[in-house]
């Protein structure tokens, strides 16, 4: 018998790869190339879109000494909020109109990423951001883009999709187009180190979601499946460590490289009823979108799993699923200090029947592959609460 070889680190070495659509470029430093990589796509004036906090950390510095060393002209929006609205995506519409830029970076996390596409819609295709709801609705060619997480979160450096919230009703937006996706695609793990602790375990335990969830979906396919199964390998094998040693480049790579993989995976399966349930409780009560999708995937696994087909769908991720797979979601739950019950958070009970029936509305539900109603995912925040 031939023993297996020990699994090779994602933070190993620096590379680039065709990931999708997407040219990927993977290693400590790899921030540096943004400049290079915006010449290579024909730009001249750039601009960057980020958050305060990003600044902060010297990111964008870097980011902005890199466009200059290529001789690029470049701006700065900062003003990216969590959750960020149509109000942020028109202001930083206005900032771009006045500079006139010929390429867009996102440089953070899904919120940044989010609002960058956010801008080239409304700047190229006009409109507001809710006239690009669903899927296929921009006319007109976008800029090119450059997606640089700085987070291993969300995945939205690999997704033609931005969630971005109505700034009324705080509903999130999915607005899809395969002319938004970016083009080139920054993924440092110097950047996931110097992520505060809080937006590290919040973001990590999103990404681990996006794996379980995009691996059972009604839309699941092989491809989809086979990005899921890696990026759940290298997200349960990093997050531990990763969150308790951030200085750990190796983790910090396998984590970031994971949640990539898994946000690709959702690009091609979409996600299930823990996303449907999470998105009123970031809605309504404020909860970190990472901290509610946690809060609810475990119970979700176990609801799902008593359909047996599911259940050893999920045993393909783990030796014992659903049941096994429920516990070790609520280990990494756990290691990341996140809450493990909806009472915890300020939600009453009153309030349940409503945020179910607002979950049943959530376009991710009918993507869950055991059928969900109202009653059902009541019947979910309940097992939470």
């Excluded at 291993?152 to 690999?158: K, L, M, P, Q, V």
């Excluded at 769908?313 to 429920?326: F, K, Q, S, T």
Aim: charged fraction near 20%.
């Amino acid at each position: 018998m031939i023993a297996a070889a020990p699994p090779i680190r994602a933070a190993a070495g620096s590379w680039s790869a065709e990931v999708g659509a997407v040219r990927v470029h993977f290693g400590a430093g790899a921030l540096d190339l943004v400049g290079s990589l915006a010449r290579e796509l024909g730009a001249s004036r750039v601009l960057l879109v980020t958050d305060p906090g990003v600044r902060a950390a010297g990111h964008a510095g870097r980011a902005l000494a890199a466009l200059e060393r290529e001789g690029l002209a470049a701006a700065v929006f900062d003003d990216v909020e969590e959750n960020p609205t149509s109000l942020h995506v028109e202001a930083g519409r206005r900032c771009a109109a006045s500079f006139g830029p010929d390429l867009v970076v996102g440089l953070g996390g899904g919120s940044a990423m989010d609002c960058a596409k956010g801008i080239n819609f409304v700047l190229t295709n006009g409109g507001r951001m809710e006239d690009y709801w669903g899927t296929g609705k921009a006319s007109w060619s976008m800029l090119p883009s450059i997606g640089v997480p700085t987070t291993a979160g969300t995945g939205s450096e690999a997704q033609s999709y931005a969630l971005i919230s109505h700034p009324e009703t705080h509903q999130k937006m999915a607005c899809g187009d395969r002319k938004a996706r970016f083009r080139e695609v920054i993924l440092d793990p110097q950047l996931a180190a110097s992520a505060p602790r809080r937006v590290a375990a919040t973001a990590g335990v999103d990404a681990v979601s996006h794996a379980v969830e995009s691996f059972v979906t009604r839309r699941a396919n092989p491809v989809s499946r086979l990005l899921a199964r890696e990026a759940w390998r290298l997200l349960a094998g990093s997050l531990e460590a990763f969150l308790a040693s951030p200085g750990d480049l190796a983790a910090a790579g396998d984590a970031l490289l994971g949640a990539h993989l898994a946000g690709a995976a959702i690009e091609a399966s979409m996600l299930g009823a823990a996303h449907a349930c999470a998105n009123p409780l970031t809605a309504r009560f404020g909860i970190a979108h990472g901290a509610a999708v946690g809060l609810m995937l475990p119970h979700v696994v176990r609801f799902n799993g008593e359909v047996a087909a599911i259940g050893e769908r999920y045993g393909d991720l783990l030796v014992g699923a659903p049941g096994a797979l429920a516990r070790r979601l609520e280990e990494l739950r756990a290691a990341a200090g996140l809450p493990a019950r909806l009472r915890d958070c300020g939600v009453d009970a009153g309030s349940l029947p409503a945020l179910a029936a607002e979950a049943a509305r959530q376009w991710t539900a009918g993507c869950n592959p055991r059928p969900v109603d109202a009653a059902s995912l009541r019947s979910l925040y309940e097992a939470a609460f």
